[in-house]
């Protein structure tokens, strides 16, 4: 019974030693990444990976290709990530009751979609020329994939954190990765932004998730620590 106890305390331990390090090297990565990118751009500097990328969706291209492209862009577009964010906020209000949670789906995604705003108007960079959809405003960092990056990061945490078995949870976790991917990719093809518009997108879009989820843990555990004694005192009396 002891050795049970015992190897589930050593497996949890070693999880979360491993998640502890993804999430940093994430962390790290995604700022290295935004900081390389960006000071390219302030320079006025061409990378190479823009041409290459756009080369490559030229040869790929097709009618079928297009649509399916513009189905799976979508999915980070204002008209399913409102409904949709508002949907997850009201799974959690009344179906889980889980007021963090409900917290951390309005306080990522707008703040996401803010912080987008400050950068493009920062960098000031026009899109590319001859794009095959119509796109309005600047093109550094991509919002579409900066958006998607923040709230199906959130959605892979909640699945990380609550679906069982584990295998079900590394499937989704990885499905909804390898989408947020698609989503940045579908950008470039469309040529409504550059490359290095979408991986700095994904930087950002990432790092402020990771920084959401922390502060918003904080609150939640100075928040409880704040009322636990409250209640004691209260249930004493």
Not at 105 to 118: D, E, H, Y
Not at 148 to 156: C, E, H, R, T, V
Request: glycine share 6%.
């Amino acid at each position: 019974m002891l050795r049970r106890v015992y190897k589930r305390i050593v497996a949890g331990a070693a999880l979360f030693t491993v998640e502890l390090i993804f999430v940093w090297l994430l962390f790290l990565v995604c700022i290295i990444g935004f900081l390389y990118i960006g000071a390219e751009i302030l320079q006025g500097d061409k990378m190479g990976i823009d041409a290459a990328a756009f080369a490559f969706s030229k040869d790929i291209a097709s009618p079928f290709i297009d649509q399916l492209i513009k189905f799976i862009t979508f999915f980070a577009s204002r008209q399913f990530l409102t409904p949709a964010a508002l949907l997850l906020v009201a799974y959690f209000v009344f179906v889980r009751k889980h007021r963090w949670y409900s917290l951390k789906v309005p306080v990522i995604a707008l703040g996401s979609i803010t912080l987008n705003l400050v950068l493009k108007f920062f960098f000031d960079r026009p899109r590319p020329v001859m794009p095959l959809v119509e796109a309005a405003g600047l093109s550094f960092p991509s919002g579409h994939s900066m958006v998607a990056a923040s709230f199906y990061g959130l959605i892979i945490y909640l699945v990380w954190r609550h679906v069982r078995p584990y295998a079900w949870r590394n499937v989704l976790a990885a499905l909804l990765a390898i989408f947020v991917l698609l989503i940045g990719f579908s950008r470039i093809y469309l040529r409504v932004h550059y490359a290095t518009d979408v991986l700095a997108g994904f930087s950002a879009g990432f790092l402020w998730v990771i920084i959401g989820i922390w502060a918003l843990q904080r609150l939640e555990r100075l928040s409880k620590k704040e009322l636990d004694p409250v209640v004691e005192e209260e249930t004493v009396a």
